[in-house]
C-alpha cells in the first residue's frame, strides 16, 4: 500500500510517516524546501518537492497512492488572515483536487479541537455544535477547512477528519518549544492557576487514530483522540516542562484579566501591523487558558482506538531524550 503525507516534516507528520513505514506503506511526503526534504527523508519517505498550492507536483506525488494524510496546517496563534487562508484553506481545496485527479482511495484530514474555539470546550464530542462565530485565524481557516471536505463528501470523495487535542510527545519542536522558551524567560503565567481540565493527546496515539480512521473511519465523519481522561492542564505542563530540565513557573494572573488583555491588545497588534505575537492572545487563552475536554468514546466505539501509549509512558519517554531545546540547536 501507499500513502501520501502532507506536513510531513512538522512533529506529527514525521511520527505518521514512520508509523506508516512500520506497517508496510511505501511513503511519500510533500516537501517545499531542501530542510523540508531532508526531515521527511529521515522519517522514511520519499520527498515530492512543491508546497500546498502546487497541484500537479501533488496529483503526481498521489499518482499510485491508496491514502492521503493532510497534516499540513498553519498552526500559529497569530498571523495575518491571508496567510492562515492561503495554508489552511486554500491547500486543503488544492489537497483536495489533487486527490480526486490521483484517484486515491481515502483522504485523512487532520483538524483540531480548536474548529470549537469561540465558546466553552467542556466534554465536546462530535455532535457538539460549532459556535456561530469561531475565533479568526487557525480556529476559523481549520473549520473552513472542515467544512470543505465534507462538501467534498457530499460530491462522493471519500474523506475522514479526526481532531487530536494538545499534541505531544518526544520531538516536538512546536507546542513544547514555546512553553520551554516563555518558562525559561519567566513568561509563563498560569491562567486562574492552570487548576482546569484539559484533555490531551500523544504523538503516537494520534497516529494510531489516523491509520484507524482511515482503515475503518466512515466517509464524512469526524473523530476525536484523546490520551483518555482529561488531567490538570497545571500539572501536565508542569511535567512537560520537568523533562526539559526547565523550572516550573508559579506566577498567575487571573482569567478576566488574560482575556481583557488580550480583547484589548489584538485589535492594537493589528492596527499598528505588529508582526509578531501580543503578549497574550484569544486563541491562547481559550484553548490553553480554560477548561478544554474532549470525548473520544466515538473513535473508541467505531474505530477500536485504544490510545495505547500512556501519559506516564510518554513523559518517560520524553525525560530520556535530549531537551528540546538541543533538539532545536541541531542542524
Known amino acids: 500500500m501507499a500513502s501520501f503525507v502532507t506536513g510531513g516534516s512538522g512533529f506529527l507528520g514525521r511520527e505518521l510517516i514512520r508509523a506508516l513505514g512500520e506497517r508496510g506503506h511505501a511513503v511519500r511526503a510533500l516537501a517545499r524546501s531542501p530542510r523540508s526534504e531532508a526531515a521527511v527523508r529521515a522519517a522514511g519517505a520519499e520527498p515530492v518537492a512543491g508546497d500546498l498550492d502546487a497541484v500537479a507536483a501533488m496529483r503526481a506525488g498521489m499518482d499510485g497512492c491508496d491514502l492521503v494524510f493532510h497534516a499540513a496546517a498553519h498552526t500559529e496563534e497569530w498571523d495575518s488572515d491571508d496567510r492562515f487562508h492561503q495554508v489552511n484553506v486554500d491547500g486543503t481545496a488544492s489537497v483536495l483536487q489533487a486527490a480526486r485527479d490521483a484517484g486515491v482511495r481515502r483522504i485523512v484530514l487532520v483538524s483540531t479541537e480548536a474548529v470549537l474555539a469561540g465558546g466553552p470546550i467542556r466534554d465536546a464530542d462530535e455532535t457538539t455544535p460549532l459556535p456561530r462565530r469561531t475565533l479568526r485565524g487557525y480556529p476559523a481557516t481549520k473549520r473552513m477547512a ?46 486562574d492557576g492552570g487548576r482546569y481540565p484539559t484533555s490531551t493527546c500523544h504523538v503516537a496515539n494520534a497516529c494510531e487514530g489516523a491509520l484507524l480512521a482511515a482503515e475503518r473511519g466512515r466517509a464524512g465523519e469526524t473523530y476525536f483522540l484523546t490520551d483518555g481522561e ?12 520537568r523533562t526539559q530540565g526547565v523550572a516550573v513557573p508559579d506566577r498567575g ?36 487558558g480554560q477548561p478544554v475536554t474532549v470525548s473520544d468514546a466515538k473513535a473508541r466505539r467505531e474505530l477500536g482506538y485504544t490510545a495505547p501509549t500512556t501519559i506516564a509512558a510518554g513523559l518517560t519517554e520524553m525525560a530520556s531524550q535530549p531537551p528540546v531545546q538541543a533538539a532545536l540547536a541541531t542542524p
Open 253 to 288: 494572573v487571573p482569567r478576566w484579566v488574560a482575556r481583557s488583555a488580550a480583547a484589548t491588545l489584538e485589535p492594537l497588534w493589528r492596527l499598528l501591523r505588529i508582526a509578531s505575537p501580543p503578549p497574550v492572545t484569544r486563541v491562547a487563552v481559550t484553548l490553553m
Open 146 to 191: 472542515e467544512e470543505l471536505v465534507r462538501a467534498a463528501c457530499r460530491d462522493g470523495v471519500d474523506a475522514v477528519i479526526i481532531r487530536p487535542r494538545f499534541l505531544w510527545g518526544r520531538g516536538d519542536t512546536a507546542v513544547l518549544a514555546k512553553l520551554v522558551a516563555a518558562a525559561s524567560a519567566g513568561r509563563l503565567r498560569w491562567v
Open 230 to 241: 482529561p488531567v490538570e492542564f497545571r500539572w501536565f505542563v508542569s511535567e512537560l516542562l
